[in-house]
């Protein structure tokens, strides 16, 4: 008998699409973990959220070694990820919220 359980997951066209981001706020409270995918492109005024992703922090904790997981798979196979240019500074999401139109 396999333990493995198996999920069976649907995924929509309109979903596959998939949206790019080149920006993520992540904030948090003590029982959440908020994560805000947005896009910073030459002119937009600024950076447009269009995907808002909220989970336990057990949940964010298996989210980060997954990744870590998959990046070391993704730079064994390609070499390693450059980081290119530093950010030129960082901000906290209280201080885009004065700045959010709904």
Known sequence: ??????????LKPE??????S???IISHSHSEFIIDFATMLPGLEKPQIH?????T????????NALAEN???YEANFGKI??????KGTFNLADLQGNAKS
């Open 82 to 87: 450059g980081m290119g240019e530093a950010p």
């Open 71 to 73: 990046i070391s798979k």
């Open 22 to 24: 080149n920006l993520a």
């Open 1 to 10: 008998m396999d333990n493995e359980k198996k999920i069976n997951l649907e």
């Open 57 to 64: 922090p057990e949940h964010a904790r298996r989210l980060l």
């Open 15 to 20: 979903v596959a699409r998939g949206e790019y």
């Open 51 to 55: 995907n808002r992703i909220l989970m």
